[in-house]
DNA sequence: TCTCCATTTTTTGTATACAAAATGAAGAAC
DNA sequence: GTTCTTCATTTTGTATACAAAAAATGGAGA
């Protein structure tokens, strides 16, 4: 059952350079349509816009500045990565998140999050496992200090080095799809302490067994973080049913 | 080990149709846009256009009749599936396949696709259990007529009916995207005889286990037919390095 | 007060125009 | 003959304009 196997290693700067440029590489933010993307996919990640609601163009552009040329350039490319949809004549809204959508991401990064959790044992370089490490303690940090925009920093941190330890920016790229999209809801997920707390347990297993270099471990211990955040998840969308939030993943628009 | 469960089937229009709108629904081809855009990218997976190959936009706009704001708007979107990439004031050009690219992609594959097929053994209706063997039969018939275009069609008709079988849009996305990558290769490989006979043996199995509802058999013969298609592919490329194909997938830019 | 229809306003779909950057070519200096 | 510089052309980046469709508004009739 070994679907892991040596890569060639030939022209890695080309593959991988290749693969994920113009995805968020924070770094120059050369073009202005990169910016404004970035700008709107923010705003929809940080809850700004709920799921469901209407993207204006004129309203966009007022915000980011960008003129309108630039501003649709952004919105098809957001398009493509699901994060938004378009119906025709009628505009772009932010795309919902059926209970059914979740199950569905869920299941896809149960199958691939864990696969790159056994690649980075497998792969990672001595320093990204050290990396790992560091990103851990920050998040624990976070926690104990209830800061919760310095757990999602973290969070991001850790997620980032264990996908590019897994040496397969095809992996990134799928996953950082999915988990764009149901984003900001951990954010939500994340402001329950108890939640938290069996969070942070879960993902010192993960961070041990990378640290390890044991791939069952941790193939182990992302599914079963993985399956807890899903079924807190669900459970507190079924929980708080009235909250804009949930009214926003839930609801299907009446008049359409 | 259970990564399979039962997905809520709650607001399934809204879930699924949110979904996947906005990709190839083939059917009404709406707006001038997705029409450019699917142009576009039927040129690039027919061969058309070379990986590496620079895409003008005025060529483009001449042969599609689509001005530069639509044309701007498709290329942003075929960029953000990763089928092009654009360097700042350098245009866009056809996404290039390193051998590492490749085996990065059917390293994902290998992951998802199993599963797909495993959920396909498990929530397929039984419309769709009969329409993979029609699909399989109609390979098996392209084949033996020695029809490559025939056997294209149906073989995007048999996954179609694989991804649409195993109920997660998300996969169908995930997969659609890095098969459309590679999938200008695929007709590389089915030039060789021996490879289409190896092939149609494995799909055989594939079928016949998905027909038989058996999840071990399914993923089990879908992961053999990933890595020997894989095994076939970089062997070609090995042996024919010298053909432009070849050299659209290996070599780096000399002057960048 | 409610409902239906016509008109106005907003918003999207499409096309064109102008500016900036890069590429290519011709000519001068060596 | 070669190389460097300068200029023209091409191509991309950005902004604006016009037309078509949908939504919002408001008034007339019941």
């Known amino acids: 059952m070994s679907t892991i196997v040596d ?31 970035t700008w709107i996919r923010e705003a929809i990640l940080s809850g700004r816009y709920q799921g469901g609601e209407k ?13 309108r040329s630039v501003l649709r350039e952004a919105l098809s490319h957001l398009e493509a ?4 949809v378009r119906q025709s004549f009628r505009g772009y809204t932010v795309a919902k998140l059926s209970t059914r959508s979740i199950f569905e991401i869920f299941e896809l990064r149960a199958s691939v999050e864990t696969l790159a959790a056994e690649l980075f044992a497998e792969r990672a370089s001595d320093q990204e496992v050290e990396d790992i490490g560091i990103a851990f303690e920050a998040i624990e940090a976070g926690i104990h200090a209830n800061d919760l925009k310095k757990i999602r920093t973290a969070k991001d941190q850790f997620f980032g080095v264990l996908f590019a330890g897994c040496r397969n920016s095809e992996i990134r790229r799928a996953l950082e799809n999915v988990i764009d999209r149901i984003s900001y809801l951990r954010s ?7 939640r938290r707390q069996d969070s942070l347990v879960e993902m010192r297993l993960l961070a041990e067994a990378l640290q390890d270099r044991n791939r069952v471990e941790a193939r182990a211990a992302s599914l079963a973080h993985l399956e807890s955040a899903r079924d807190a ?21 009446r008049k359409s």
């Open 7 to 37: 890569l060639p290693t030939e022209t890695p700067e080309q593959g991988s350079s290749a693969s994920h440029q113009g995805e968020n590489t924070s770094a120059p933010e050369t073009s202005l349509r990169e910016a404004t993307q």
């Open 233 to 253: 998840l669900v459970n507190q969308l079924s929980v708080a049913a009235n909250t804009k939030v949930a009214k926003a993943i839930t609801k299907v628009p």
């Open 188 to 194: 939500q997920l994340m402001s329950d302490p108890r």
């Open 55 to 67: 993207l204006i163009e004129r309203e966009l552009s007022e915000m980011t500045g960008a003129s």
């Open 81 to 84: 990565r699901g994060l938004i």
